[in-house]
């Protein structure tokens, strides 16, 4: 995957809106400017994914968000947590992940945040109406976001 994108969606399906994560990234599945991106829908960040991490060069992780209203979609640029952020948990964040990366294998790549603002927690399965809605609205910030990446990339390499 050297050279790649790697784009994660996470989320508790069972706690519907907190699932559109993997609701986005499935989308993006059928999405054929994402064709040569590896797509991963998780429950929740777990340590294997350092590895995907430290061979990507660009790094997107989707997200829930509460602080944000439903169906408002962010895109906030990422920066591996301080020293010592690494510590184990059973719950990782992605600044975790890419801190955890860059101790165990160097220089890390671009990583951004695309969050989605959300209504519903509650049990069940599906997303809200809203938050539904965005789920078209953050798969073209995604492809947007890797198109610009790797336009940058090829002019880089010009």
């Known amino acids: 995957m050297t050279g790649a994108t790697l784009i994660v969606g996470y989320g508790n ?10 609701h986005v990234v499935e ?49 906030t640029p990422l920066a591996p947590a301080g020293p010592g952020a690494a510590a184990w948990s059973h719950h990782l964040e992605p600044a975790t992940l890419v801190a955890l990366a860059s101790e ?16 519903d927690t509650d049990a069940g399965e599906g997303l809200s109406p809203l938050v539904e ?12 976001l890797v198109a610009a990446r790797a336009s940058t990339m090829v002019g880089a390499h010009a």
Not at 106 to 118: N, Q, R, Y
């Open 13 to 22: 399906g069972l706690r519907r809106d907190d699932g559109v994560g993997p």
């Open 104 to 119: 165990l294998y160097g220089p890390v790549p671009t990583v951004v945040v695309v969050s989605v603002g959300i209504a």
């Open 27 to 75: 989308a993006l599945r059928a999405d054929p400017r994402l064709a040569d991106a590896t797509l991963l829908a998780r429950q929740q960040l777990t340590p294997d994914l350092v590895v995907d991490i430290s061979v990507a060069d660009f790094v997107v992780f989707i997200d829930a968000t509460v602080t944000s209203a439903p169906g408002v979609v962010r895109v």
């Open 133 to 144: 809605a965005a789920v078209a609205h953050a798969v073209a910030v995604v492809a947007g």
